[in-house]
């Protein structure tokens, strides 16, 4: 019998972390494995999309325009949304604080990924109020796409400590 895996993703456009995501979830592997759901914010581009549409179930948010109505519509689905257990949640988009609830409330086995060097990118503070935020250190496993951001590093290793 197939685990279920749902992942929670703002965006699906033409971007390398959209195009990893579908590389991903096309592996005949993990389809052996899990039965796949994806919840995204809305859908920017089709073409993934439609690489994708026949062999996971994806829930669109908005599928209207991304405006301010969009993201109030969205923001409103997103904290009424009522989910069953999964196997394991994955939030692959690391600052969006209303996915990274939806992915750690869907599954104790849960797993976050990131996809850019945080110490580069952000202030100590903002970093803080991030890693807080989004209770970074409640995740069981977290994911880094490229290992140099890790290991190039060592103030990374103490923000995740073990996690990684």
Not at 12 to 32: C, D, H, Q, T, Y
Not at 102 to 113: E, G, M, Q, R, Y
Request: aromatic fraction near 10%; hydrophobic fraction near 40%.
């Amino acid at each position: 019998m197939k685990k279920e895996m749902v992942i929670f993703f703002s965006k699906l456009s033409l971007g390398g972390m959209e195009r990893a995501l579908v590389e991903w979830i096309k592996n005949e592997n993990l389809r052996k494995e899990y039965n796949i759901t994806l919840y995204l914010g809305y859908v920017k581009e089709r073409v993934l999309y439609d690489e994708i549409k026949d062999i996971c179930d994806i829930h669109v948010f908005c599928k209207g325009k991304w405006n301010i109505f969009g993201k109030i519509i969205s923001f409103i689905k997103m904290k009424t949304l009522k989910l069953k257990k999964y196997d394991v949640s994955i939030c692959y988009s690391h600052h969006h604080k209303i996915l990274s609830e939806l992915t750690l409330k869907a599954s104790n086995n849960n797993v976050l990924f990131i996809h850019t060097d945080l110490i580069k990118s952000r202030t100590k503070e903002e970093l803080e109020r991030m890693k807080n935020d989004l209770r970074i250190m409640d995740y069981k496993k977290i994911a880094i796409s490229n290992r140099s951001i890790f290991m190039e590093d060592n103030r990374n290793k103490s923000i995740f400590r073990e996690k990684v």
